[in-house]
């Protein structure tokens, strides 16, 4: 039976997941936007598709279009996710993101289960097919009487080697303020059995090349809280447990500087207005000289070095005027980057995902390797968008149909769930190759 799926939000991944609902099933799919126009295109020449206009801050709008429809699907900024799952709970309907689960997101557990409702969260890339392509090895690990006791994973957004033309090595696929946001966090692992923590202001000094077999050598760094996967995974015999971000060399350098210089600050400014960016430079770079001489003593770098070729380049030093609008430093330069790393009209952009496992039998030792790299669609979709947005759609058509028997918060480390959207994918042609090497 037909069923009406509401999509929250308009953005740079929803197409691939509407278009899915949309081709794939009979079910009709309302889109809801800010932007409405950008809804309408989302929909457009399918009969059972409509775009709503929607002010995801008007919480009776969105309780009008919760009531009516049979799932939502929270492609909003994550800080309305909660919001949205009460009004789910209140009205008995089921609800999917692609987000992290927040505390307050993990307290509507028991709920969401009194209410009879899944809300099922982390079902994109990074969180979603990181998880499912792990413990799609570990339980195989498991089953075969072994134990994994060491788990290391990484997972980066790029260009595509044909589309990386620019000295920063990187073009932005999914929303430049989270990006640069993601390198304020904190971060935390277990390293042989020590645990690391690794305060947000020294993020990027904590990183390492790493080799993606077949593949590209990358520049990696850790990504948030590490430890609460070893129980999600159950890993209890791990001693190290890691999840890193990718990007390529020369990244981690040159944002560790700007960070420091005071770049990353979203603190509201009332003096920005009008400003060049060579005098907010100036007013971060000690000294009275040439500002790019000043910068290069306050760095301790030579003239030609690749940080300085990247401020060069990013015209940072020079006296254009910075965007009108923002308020304060992070937000002034995210409206600045999406213009000079976006990816052009026919650029392909690149995911890479890369697990590595080691493992314990009674009578062996094992090292196990799981990548998927995925290219996007050259004047079609990105790889972020079909990445993150393809394991949702797979994952409400199945809760459509009364496959996944579940109830409460969950994300997909479950069997259940982790098979059948894997498997799609591998259809859809994202496929993880796994590779087991004795030791």
Request: with cysteine; hydrophobic share 40%.
């Amino acid at each position: 039976m037909a069923k009406n799926v509401l999509v929250l939000g308009a953005g740079l991944v929803a197409r691939p997941l509407v278009h899915y609902l949309l081709e794939k099933t009979k079910h009709q799919v309302i889109c809801a936007s800010r932007t409405v126009s950008k809804a309408e295109e989302l929909v457009k020449g399918f009969a059972r598709g409509s775009a709503k206009p929607l002010n995801v801050e008007d919480k009776a709008s969105l309780e009008a279009l919760i009531k009516d429809c049979d799932i939502a699907i929270s492609l909003v900024p994550y800080t309305h996710h909660v919001t949205v799952a009460e009004l789910c709970i209140k009205h008995k309907k089921h609800m999917v993101t692609t987000s992290y689960v927040s505390p307050a997101m993990k307290a509507l557990d028991q709920p969401a289960k009194e209410a009879g409702i899944l809300i099922l969260n982390e079902i994109g890339l990074d969180p979603g097919i990181d998880h499912m392509s792990a413990m799609r090895v570990i339980d195989h690990v498991v089953k075969h009487g072994g134990k994994v006791v060491s788990f290391r994973s990484y997972c980066g957004g790029l260009p595509a080697p044909d589309a990386n033309d620019n000295c920063m090595g990187y073009k932005f696929s999914w929303s430049p303020r989270g990006v640069l946001m993601a390198g304020r966090n904190n971060a935390k692992y277990l390293e042989d059995g020590k645990v690391i923590e690794i305060p947000g202001p020294e993020l990027f000094k904590h990183h390492w090349y790493l080799n993606v077999p077949n593949y590209w050598t990358f520049e990696a760094y850790p990504n948030r809280d590490s430890l609460p996967y070893l129980d999600l995974y159950g890993l209890k015999h791990a001693h190290t447990m890691f999840r890193g971000t990718l990007r390529n060399p020369g990244w981690c350098r040159f944002w560790y500087k700007m960070a420091q210089l005071g770049w990353l600050v979203d603190a509201p400014r009332t003096d920005l207005e009008g400003k060049t960016w060579a005098q907010l430079l100036r007013a971060m770079v000690p000294g009275k000289g040439d500002l790019l001489e000043d910068l290069c003593r306050h760095w301790d770098v030579p003239a030609d070095a690749d940080e300085i070729k990247r401020i060069k380049w990013l015209g940072l030093a020079g006296n254009e005027k910075v965007p009108s609008g923002p308020n304060n430093l992070l937000d002034l330069l995210c409206a600045h980057l999406i213009k000079k790393l976006e990816l052009k009209e026919g650029e392909r952009d690149m995911i890479v995902l890369f697990h590595e496992f080691e493992a314990e039998y009674p009578t062996k030792k094992e090292y196990i390797t799981s990548t998927l790299v995925d290219f996007g669609i050259p004047k079609g979709e990105s790889a972020m968008s079909r990445t993150v947005s393809l394991p949702a759609a797979i994952a409400v058509r199945h809760i459509l149909a009364g496959d996944f028997q579940l109830t409460g918060v969950h994300i997909p480390v479950l069997p259940e769930i982790y098979n059948p959207v894997l498997n799609e994918l591998e259809e859809l042609k994202i496929k993880c190759v796994e590779a087991f090497h004795k030791r």
